[in-house]
């Protein structure tokens, strides 16, 4: 079992930044690669960017790419979503998830490819 807890999320103004952390417990952080997704109210859950298990590939939705940037540290268990120019639609709960993988260099952007789900972070962004 793998449990992930967000946090970090808040209220922030149209083009601030947040960032928001996942903290990993449970088995061999650096076996798992790692993503992020998000949910807005009334949509369904979508991609918002990956890692491998080393951090050294990370893979990101169209929508956010250029201001969102994934990132982990092996060491710490913990995962990282650094969010800038943040615009009102990236309002929704953001939630961690992890698969373990052979790969090092695995990157997955699937909902169905993940094991482990964190219960999320609500990140809102005001007009």
């Known amino acids: 079992q793998v449990q992930l807890v967000e946090s970090g999320g808040g209220l922030v103004e149209a083009g601030g930044s947040l960032r928001v952390s996942c903290a990993a417990s449970g088995r061999t952080f650096s076996n798992y690669a790692m993503g992020w997704f998000r949910q807005a109210p009334g949509k369904e859950r979508e991609f918002v960017a990956a890692?491998?298990?080393?951090?050294?590939?990370?893979y990101s939705a169209e929508s956010v790419k250029g201001r969102f940037t994934i990132s982990r540290d092996n060491a710490k268990n913990t995962l990282y979503l650094q969010l800038n120019s943040l615009k009102p639609e990236d309002t929704a709960v953001y939630y961690c998830?992890?698969?373990?993988?052979?790969?090092?260099?695995?990157?997955?952007?699937?909902?169905?490819?993940?094991?482990?789900w964190g219960q999320g972070t609500q990140v809102t962004v005001s007009s």
């Open positions: 998830a992890a698969a373990f993988s052979i790969m090092d260099t695995t990157i997955l952007s699937r909902e169905y490819e993940y094991t482990y």
């Open positions: 890692i491998c298990r080393s951090g050294v590939r990370t």
